[in-house]
Structure formats: C-alpha cells, structure tokens
C-alpha cells in the first residue's frame, strides 16, 4: 500500500493506492492527526462487496481508467494518431514530495503513455492547487482529459453551481445528488455567462455562516466540462477539465488547467474566503501599491458619440463627483460610429480627434485622473481594413453567424497576434495610459483551446512590455470571469448591468470566488440602460461601494441631491478603501430572505462593515435581526448606522441604531443580531463595526 498526506492547517488530503496503481483519495476533510496510521485509513475506506457487482471494487482514482472496469465516467478518454481507441492503464513510477506539495508520475508501458499529477497546498489562503498532465512518444487525439478526480462527500444532498446569462451572471443552481450525472459544459470558447467554472458541495446543514462543505474552480478561459456523478455503489465523483474535444490537433503532451478546491468548516464562507484570498493574495499582480482609484466610465454617458468638448465637461464633472481614472470606452478608432464596423483597425479617429487622443488626455491628467481606454483585441468586424485584407484571419467559416456583427479573430495564428499586438503597443507606447478595459463581445464559433492560449500569450506579452498598465478582463460584462484570465488581468467587469439590484444579487454570489479589489462596481444612471429600472442615488451609491467603486452615468444628469450623495458615498469609500480592498467578504445568513446582506471584515478582526440590502418587500411588518459572524464572542464591539439619516417618514419607531450606537458582545451580535430601522425595499443598510 502506497499513502501520501497534505495538510494547510484547516484541511488533510490523504492518497493511497494499491498494487502500484493510481491513487485515490481516501480522506479529504478536517485535519487528521499525525498519529493517523494511513495504510490503515485506506483500508477502511474499502468498501463491501455484494450481489450484483464486481468482486472488487474499481478504485475511483484520480484518473478513473475503463480499463480497469470503472463504471462512471473515465479521466481520460484518447485515440491513437491513427484514431483508435486507446484505454490506459497506469502503474506507479515516481514520486517528488515536499513541504508542500506532491507530484506522482505514473506509466502505461504498452502505450508508451506517461500520466503525472501534481499537488500544491497554501497554509495562509487554505486552497490547494492540482493539475494533470498527459505525455505520449507520438501525436495522439485527446478528446478529454479531467483534472484530478475529487469524490465528493456522502454527506451533502445536493451541489450549488452557476449559470447566468448576460445582465445576468452568477445566479445559483442547487441541484439534488440522486444516481447519475450532472453534466455540465460550455463549449462557447470562453469562459461564459453561462457556466462559470464553479462548484460547491454543502454537507447536509449548511449554510453561509456554518457547517462543512467542499469547493471546486477550473482556472480556464476557454470553456471547461463538470461531471458530477454518483455511482452505482453510491460513491460520487467530481471532474473538472477543459471542454471535450478542445484540443483539435493530435499532440505528444496535454496538461489541464489547475484546478483550486478547498474545505471549510464554516459554511460557504470558509470556502469563499479561501478563494477571495487566494487570488488576491496569489494569482493577481497588481501594477502598483497605489490605491484603487474610483472609476469613471464614459460608456453610457455618450457610447459611439464621441465629441472632445462633451468629453472633457464629462471628465471635469466626473472628477468634482471624485472620480481618479477617466476610461474612454467603444468608439475612438477608425471608422468607429456603431457596432458594424472597424474592430481590429486599432488607429484614432481623426474625425473625431483630430490632433489624436492628446487633448483629452492632456485635459483628463490636469484634472488630476489617471487616463484608460478600451480595446477588443480579439475581434474584427467584416466592414474593416484588417478583414478586407486578411479575411483568412477570421476564426470560423465566411458565412458563420455573426455575433454583435462582428467574427472573432484566430488568435492561434502568430501573424494575428503579432498585427494585434503591433497596434495596441503603438498607442500605449504613444500616449500616457495606465488601463485598458478588455473586452471580448461575442462567444467562438467552435470551440477551440488553441485560440485560449493565443489570448493568453498577446496578454502575457503585453503585461511583459507594458507592466504599468492595469487590464480589466470584460465579455459583455462577465463572460470571462475565471482564475486563468485573472491570472493576466486586474479587474472584471461583473456584469453590463449596472441596476444595482441586480449587482447586488450577483456580487453577493459572485464574492463566493472573487474579493473586492478585482470586482469592478458602476454607480449607472438613475434609469438603467439593460433593465428600464430606475432606483434611488443612495442605493446605487452604497451596491457599488461594496467593491472597485466607479460611475458610469452623464454625470450632467445629476441633481443636486443626487450630487450631494454621489460624493458623500464617494468620499466614504475612499476613506475606508485600504482595508476594505483586503477584506475577507462574508455572506450572512439573512432571517429575512428580502434582504441580502454581507459583512466585510478587516484580516485582523478589528473592524468590519456591513451592508443590508432590501432586495424586495418583507413578508413581516418589522425587520428582522441581522445575525453577524466571525466575531470574537468575549470581544466587545460598537456597531455605528453610518446612513441612519436614510430612514424613511414611515419608520415612525425609535430602534436605538436610529439615534445611537449599539455596543455589544460579540456572541450577543452573532446569536440575537442587529435590529435595524424599517425601510423600504431597494434601499441599503451600512452598519459600521469596531471592536474596543
């Protein structure tokens, strides 16, 4: 019997294999204690053998091989160069450990195959990191290949993972484990509003706040597959890996993505503070110390309309509101005046600048603001310069559907990346700019991971020679939300909606992986653009100051309350920014299921925020208490109602966070709660917290 241990502190991995073969997972949960004999652990973890079955139980490895009989869904499924089927059969050759990580090697002699995993744990963020790899002595066809296979846990009767669509991402789908497959795949060629790369697995009990559960993200860009399976026998298994049939040439050696799980005792926020950390604190690099300046956007104040005295009354507004960084959105280059045309010809309208992008940005930095601008590298409109003369650099066949008029272009061609990269270096190289807003509006039409890896190289090259420049990834808003983009990238835009009641839903579902200081939040115009809704200043304010705060609205809208508010709202955010962009964000378990509620807690405990937001109208007259989390329970804490002057005529009672501060316990905030003033629905609650 062979065993290998991981441990971070919260989490024991424990592998074991038998007879040389692959290994599986025989433990994965709270920490073991060294004393913990393994070989012992994996043979109890062997279970019975009945009427109606095998006489031995096939392993569900890392890698489940048919071969061996496994009767779910294999990790590997492959053809030779020839295209027959191959069915592998791994045995043990090496193993590389260290302090903390694992790496095994294993070999098929007769098909001369060569299958490694490895494993990568983080004490400080509690993630740990896996991946697979496949290499072979000749080209062969890959039609799927998983990350290292996961069981999930016997004790949870259902999964939470994601679907969306555009204006609509993030939305939550619990599905019952019965027997059988939950099979879910976008083969849309990025990462999607569709199917964000996630999985939870809640053990039975549950919730935000408490209780075990599992957590899984595929770091992809380019379209993954989720089998989430319960076998026969009643073990279930989770595999993760590229869309099937991603890799349309034969190749000598494939590798998946890494995958990131993680295990909490505390509910789904143990999991979601796990990955908010790990990719703040790991797998985004920040272009400066600086803090993260407020935005303004100029996107929904004029679109394709671009006028430089307009621009420059906007930019003058924006800046009095608080904005620090100017982005010039769609509609600066070519022939740009809708969306029909001149994607790809990366070069200033002189129509509409005639003296270039100069002027503005002269005017923008004595303002005292940062400059951005927007490109959509990846894409070409027929009507272009580019197309007319290299249609054969478009992605797909001449008469595939457009998607917003316009065809992607074949970033696995060097020559494409090469014109691409040519065009943009020449206005960054020219004019002073510290932010691209990178989009991506229209899904591939075919699936294809080569195309995943040429936009990964344009942006590696572009981060490499241009350090200073901060990227946000966008799609439509979040159709290219994932580890893998991030890893390049500084910020996403979450969604084209800026209705703040729907950020606030997908913010508070979306901060299951992702922290503040990458989440990009507009206030919108007071009638949103996407949804016809029109809502109050003071709760757009408050929804966007939940994360990178920005405005995307013609601030000459503005009234002079709405102003007033703007800034006061503006100004809050700016003086608690440099905790709040590191915060832990915590969901709350709502007694009141109108209100969507999240505490974001500073890394030493010592201050927190809370923001309570009225998503609908309550069942009950009087609001519910709000029940805090992770605060010390000896601790005392002053708890301060920062916009109790919001409190609307119909609440006529005196509740003592109207007109005073709460001091309390810790364990009387997290058991009783906080009762707040009545208020209407679509409006915000923002209770400051400080332990003494």
């Known amino acids: 019997?062979?065993?290998?241990?991981?441990?971070?502190?919260?989490?024991?991995?424990?592998?074991?294999?038998?007879?040389?073969?692959?290994?599986?997972?025989?433990?994965?949960?709270?920490?073991?204690?060294?004393?913990?004999?393994?070989s012992v652990l994996a043979e109890a973890h062997m279970i019975d053998v009945t009427g109606g079955m095998l006489d031995e139980n096939p392993d569900l490895s890392l890698c489940p091989e048919a071969v061996r009989t496994f009767p779910g869904q294999p990790g590997l499924i492959l053809r030779d160069t020839d295209g027959?089927?191959?069915?592998?059969?791994?045995?043990?050759?090496?193993?590389?450990?260290?302090?903390?990580?694992?790496?095994?090697?294993y070999h098929d002699a007769e098909h001369q195959l060569h299958y490694s995993v490895s494993f990568e744990t983080d004490a400080q963020t509690r993630i740990i990191t896996t991946s697979a790899e496949l290499e072979a002595d000749r080209p062969v066809h890959l039609h799927w290949l998983a990350a290292p296979v996961l069981p999930a846990p016997q004790f949870a009767d259902d999964m939470i993972d994601f679907h969306?669509?555009?204006?609509?991402?993030?939305?939550?789908?619990?599905?019952?484990?019965?027997a059988g497959m939950r099979y879910r795949e976008n083969r849309t060629g990025r990462t999607g509003h569709e199917h964000f790369p996630g999985l939870l697995i809640p053990c039975r009990g549950a919730t935000n706040t408490q209780g075990q559960a599992y957590a899984f993200h595929y770091g992809w860009s380019g379209g993954h597959k989720m089998i989430a399976e319960e076998l026969p026998d009643g073990r279930r298994q989770i595999q993760f890996g590229h869309a099937a049939r991603m890799e349309t040439a034969p190749s000598k050696k494939f590798s998946t993505a890494p995958l990131y799980i993680t295990f909490s005792t505390d509910g789904l926020n143990g999991c979601a503070v796990a990955f908010q950390r790990h990719l703040r604190d790991r797998i985004v690099t920040p272009t400066s110390d600086k803090p993260r300046p407020v935005h303004y956007n100029c996107w929904e104040a004029v679109y394709f309309d671009h006028k430089l005295p307009v621009l420059k009354d906007i930019a003058t507004r924006a800046a009095d509101l608080g904005a620090e960084r100017f982005v010039l959105d769609d509609g600066w280059f070519g022939q740009r005046d809708d969306d029909t045309t001149s994607l790809s010809d990366?070069?200033?309208?002189?129509?509409?600048?005639?003296?270039?992008?100069?002027?503005?940005?002269?005017?923008?930095?004595?303002?005292?603001?940062?400059?951005?601008?927007?490109f959509e590298p990846e894409m070409i409109n027929p009507d272009s310069d580019l197309h007319?003369?290299?249609?054969?650099?478009?992605?797909?066949?001449?008469?595939?559907?457009?998607?917003?008029?316009?065809?992607?272009l074949n970033m696995a061609l060097p020559e494409v990346r090469e014109f691409i990269y040519d065009r943009m270096a020449a206005i960054l190289s020219k004019y002073p700019i510290d932010y691209i807003k990178w989009d991506h509006n229209r899904v591939l039409p075919a699936p294809d991971a080569n195309q995943t890896r040429g936009s990964y190289a344009l942006l590696d090259r572009l981060r490499a020679d241009f350090p200073a420049v901060e990227i946000e990834s966008c799609a439509s808003g979040g159709g290219r939300i994932d580890f893998g983009i991030l890893k390049r990238t500084q910020r996403v835009?979450?969604?084209?909606?800026?209705?703040?009641?729907?950020?606030?839903?997908?913010?508070?579902?979306?901060?299951?992986?992702?922290?503040?200081?990458?989440?990009?939040?507009?206030?919108?115009?007071?009638?949103?653009?996407?949804?016809?809704?029109?809502?109050?200043?003071?709760?757009?304010?408050?929804?966007?100051?939940?994360?990178?705060?920005?405005?995307?609205?013609?601030?000459?809208?503005?009234?002079?309350?709405?102003?007033?508010?703007?800034?006061?709202?503006?100004?809050?955010?700016?003086?608690?920014?440099?905790?709040?962009?590191?915060?832990?964000?915590?969901?709350?378990?709502?007694?009141?299921?109108a209100v969507i509620a999240e505490q974001q807690m500073a890394g030493d405990g010592t201050r927190f925020v809370v923001f309570a937001g009225k998503a609908a109208t309550s069942e009950q007259i009087a609001p519910r208490p709000l029940r805090l989390t992770r605060l010390h329970p000896d601790a005392m804490y002053q708890i301060t109602l920062a916009n109790r002057t919001n409190a609307p005529t119909l609440s006529r009672g005196s509740p003592l966070l109207k007109t005073e501060n709460l001091r309390a316990s810790g364990t009387y905030l997290m058991n009783h709660g906080v009762i707040m003033p009545w208020s209407f629905p679509e409006t915000m609650w923002v209770l400051e917290g400080e332990r003494l």
Not at 502 to 515: D, S
Request: proline share 6%; with cysteine.
């Open 346 to 374: 990366w070069e200033v309208d002189p129509r509409k600048y005639p003296d270039g992008l100069g002027p503005l940005i002269d005017h923008v930095h004595d303002l005292g603001l940062s400059f951005g601008i927007w």
């Open 493 to 593: 835009w979450l969604s084209d909606s800026n209705d703040a009641l729907e950020r606030l839903k997908m913010q508070h579902n979306a901060t299951l992986f992702l922290p503040a200081t990458v989440t990009g939040s507009h206030v919108g115009p007071r009638k949103c653009h996407t949804s016809g809704r029109t809502l109050d200043i003071s709760f757009r304010s408050w929804v966007a100051a939940q994360r990178h705060m920005g405005f995307e609205m013609d601030p000459r809208e503005l009234t002079d309350h709405e102003t007033a508010v703007l800034r006061e709202v503006t100004s809050w955010w700016k003086h608690n920014r440099d905790w709040m962009m590191q915060a832990d964000i915590l969901r709350l378990d709502s007694a009141d299921p």
């Open 388 to 408: 007319r003369a290299h249609p054969d650099w478009a992605l797909g066949s001449e008469d595939q559907t457009l998607g917003r008029q316009q065809k992607a």
């Open 164 to 178: 969306g669509r555009w204006c609509g991402e993030f939305q939550l789908a619990r599905t019952p484990w019965s």
């Open 1 to 38: 019997m062979q065993t290998w241990r991981l441990d971070d502190g919260r989490q024991t991995l424990v592998l074991a294999a038998r007879n040389m073969r692959l290994p599986q997972v025989v433990y994965w949960g709270a920490p073991l204690p060294i004393a913990d004999d393994l």
């Open 84 to 105: 027959t089927p191959i069915l592998p059969k791994f045995c043990f050759e090496s193993d590389e450990t260290s302090e903390t990580g694992l790496r095994l090697r």
